[in-house]
């Protein structure tokens, strides 16, 4: 074997080393909620106004969740 020859297979074998230790160190991606809170007062004239129903829309989705306040 030349030289040369050897020069390449080492640099192709730590090419292959590298990505395969690069996967394998890499962190698994975590999918994000879906589910959130959301807190806070309802007042009508500023006193409390138990009985109200909330709703939230979600922006990105268009997706539209309802509650009563308490």
Known sequence: ???RSNKRRLASTISVLAV???VGIAEPAHAQLT???IRG???NSA???PG???TAKSVD???VSRAVAA
């Open 1 to 3: 074997m030349s030289i």
């Open 35 to 37: 589910t959130a809170t």
């Open 20 to 22: 395969a230790l690069s």
């Open 61 to 63: 989705t268009g997706s």
């Open 47 to 49: 006193a409390p106004a």
């Open 41 to 43: 007062h309802i007042t």
């Open 52 to 54: 109200t129903t909330v």
